[in-house]
């Protein structure tokens, strides 16, 4: 009866060890976790995935992006795209943070580091989910002087300390620079015809620039301007998007300035105002398919044809389903590209 009584006692003192083994092991671990090594990641447990609305403020400024489907839209400017690229830039650098070093806390500090209150400088960015729930409110302070590094700190976690960067970080605050600004991006060699408000330009052979048609003999052609307009709708961008409703651009005396014809059968109509030194577009596309026979003895290569002209008719709808709502202000140099007239296409006579 004592062997097996010691034997008891023997156990329960092992169990109490090991229990004690994990306990230590278990505080070890959360210590180690919460203690700071330089290096580390500061928003390592962010999904990227799961954003679903980002709000970003400094000063007077904001921009707030939110999820639709696959893309974002940008709700300062009626909901417009956001460009894929500055969005996953902005997030990006912001899940790359490194810390270089923590800092410590309090109102006093954060005051010194222009972390709280917000001022001109402060930049606030949060991320929530599709539930609305917070996921990371964080805080951009004032600038390292003795290096490139910045000041940080998470608001969404109760006494988070506050962080210097390992690099310096920049985030854009202005709606413009979230939008997506290409209208349209057609290479100038697939442009064969483009009709203006009194002259026309035609692709006479394969390889061959546009020439002006019904030109005097006598007159040369600036190459420069017909170049200009033949590449026109190479990466056609803007710089600020309207509603078509918008007061700002409601009055407008849009009136046709390019028509402009694509070797596959497809176009776009070009419609300009111009108002106190602002240049202004509405955009159409158009295609010349309306229907479609096929037969089953067809070859191949006339079947993808076909299929190719479908796809294309598909595209310009969904073009005009998009870009009929929208009127964009343009750049000063492509506004005045789209007004130009045949004489100015065309040098001076010498006398």
Known sequence: MKTVSKTNRNLTILTLVLMALSLWAYRESVNRADRFQRGQTFLSNLNPDEIARVEIRQGGESVTLERQGETFRVVEAQGYPASNAAVNRLVGDLLEISLEKEIGTGIELAAELELEPVGESTVEVLFQDAAQK????????????????????????????????????????????????QIVDVPGSEVVRIEGTDFILT????????????????????????????????????????VADDEEVRDLDLRSALSIDLEDGSGYDLAVAEREGRYFLQIAGRHSVSQVAISLDE?????????????????????????????????????????????????????
């Open 134 to 181: 917070e996921m990371v409110r964080l805080r951009l302070g004032r600038l390292f002087e003795g290096g490139p590094g910045r000041y940080v700190q998470r608001l969404d976690r109760p006494d988070d300390p506050i962080y210097l960067t390992s690099e310096g970080l920049h985030v854009k605050v202005d709606s413009t620079s979230f939008l997506r600004q």
């Open 203 to 242: 692709r006479q052979g394969e390889g061959e620039g546009l020439s002006l048609e019904g030109a005097p003999a006598s007159a040369e052609p600036k190459t420069a301007e017909i170049s200009g307009l033949e590449s026109i709708l190479r990466n056609l961008s803007f710089k600020s998007v309207y």
């Open 299 to 351: 070859a191949e290569e006339e079947l993808q044809e076909k299929a190719d002209m479908l796809t294309r008719a598909d595209e310009i709808e969904d073009f005009n389903q998009f870009h009929g709502s929208w009127i964009y202000e343009l750049s000063e140099a492509d506004g005045r590209r789209l007004l130009l007239s045949q004489a100015d296409l065309l040098e001076a006579e010498s006398t």
